[in-house]
């Protein structure tokens, strides 16, 4: 069995910063892809960040310039860096491991008031 376990969610006013975390028990997470997503209330899930088992990051128009995707091989974790929170940022992120069909962690939600 494969887990994720993600962390660092929280309540914070805009412009503050937060830190995702996501933990794995893949034993071979080196080798895959991994991503981070986000659903707020009454919308559909989104990308907001991915990054290759190389490290090239790529990231949702909307958190260009603001977000950060980091992995560290050695303890098979990603993290997501969230820098000048904005209220739309809103939502319950989950982070995705990109093994078939995918493997999703249990969510951390996000609350970010103006």
């Known amino acids: 069995q494969v887990r994720l376990v993600e962390s660092g969610g929280g309540s914070v006013q805009a412009g503050q910063s937060l830190n995702l975390s996501c933990a794995t028990s893949e034993d071979f997470f080196r080798l895959y892809a991994m991503g981070w997503y986000r659903q707020a209330p009454g919308k559909q899930r989104e990308m907001v960040a991915t990054i290759a088992s190389i490290g090239s990051p790529n990231y949702a128009d909307s958190v260009k310039g603001r977000f950060t995707i980091s992995r560290d091989n050695s303890k098979s974790a990603v993290y997501l860096q969230m820098n000048s929170l904005k209220p739309e940022d809103t939502a319950v992120y989950y982070c995705?491991?990109?093994?078939?069909?995918?493997?999703w962690g249990q969510g951390t939600q996000v609350t970010v008031s103006s």
């Open positions: 995705n491991l990109k093994i078939g069909p995918g493997i």
